[in-house]
C-alpha cells in the first residue's frame, strides 16, 4: 500500500508545477513528503493546527466541516486539503506566488483519492495491494 500511495505523491509532484513541497499523513503519521526533518514534523504540525482552528471557526459559524485552505503568505502559498472522516488523511504543501491554486488543490485532492484507492485495496485484498 505504502509503495502505490507514494507512487500517487509521486505523480502529483510530477504533473503539478504548482507545488514545491508537500506531505500526506493521516492519523497513524506521514504517509509521502518530499521534504527533510526538521521541516517534515514542522509541516505536519502547523498543518494540524490549521485544520484545529479552521474546524473551531467552522464550527462557530454552523458551517460544514474543513476540506481544504488556502494561506497566502509573503514567500508564497500553502495548501492544504483532507479528508473528514476519522481515518482521513491530509495533504499539506508550499507553492510560489503566482501559483494556479484551482490547480493546485486539484492535484491535491486527487492525490488523496489515489492515495485511499490504494489503502482500500490494500484493505481488501490483505495489504497486498
Known amino acids: 500500500m505504502k509503495q502505490q500511495i507514494e507512487a500517487a505523491f509521486a505523480e502529483m509532484l510530477d504533473i503539478s508545477t504548482d507545488i514545491d513541497k508537500a506531505v500526506v499523513f493521516g492519523p497513524e503519521g506521514v504517509v509521502a513528503a518530499n521534504m527533510a526533518e526538521p521541516a517534515l514534523s514542522t509541516a505536519v504540525e502547523q498543518a494540524k493546527e490549521l485544520v484545529r482552528l479552521g474546524q473551531e471557526s467552522a464550527a462557530k ?69
Open 61 to 129: 459559524m454552523g458551517s460544514q466541516p474543513l476540506t481544504q485552505l488556502v494561506v497566502e503568505t509573503a514567500a508564497g502559498l500553502v495548501f492544504l486539503v483532507r479528508e473528514t472522516s476519522a481515518d482521513g488523511m491530509t495533504a499539506v504543501a508550499t507553492g510560489k506566488k503566482g501559483s494556479r491554486v484551482g490547480l493546485a488543490l486539484y492535484d491535491l485532492k486527487t492525490c488523496l483519492r489515489d492515495a485511499r484507492e490504494a489503502a482500500g485495496k490494500a484493505a481488501t485484498t490483505g495489504g497486498e495491494a
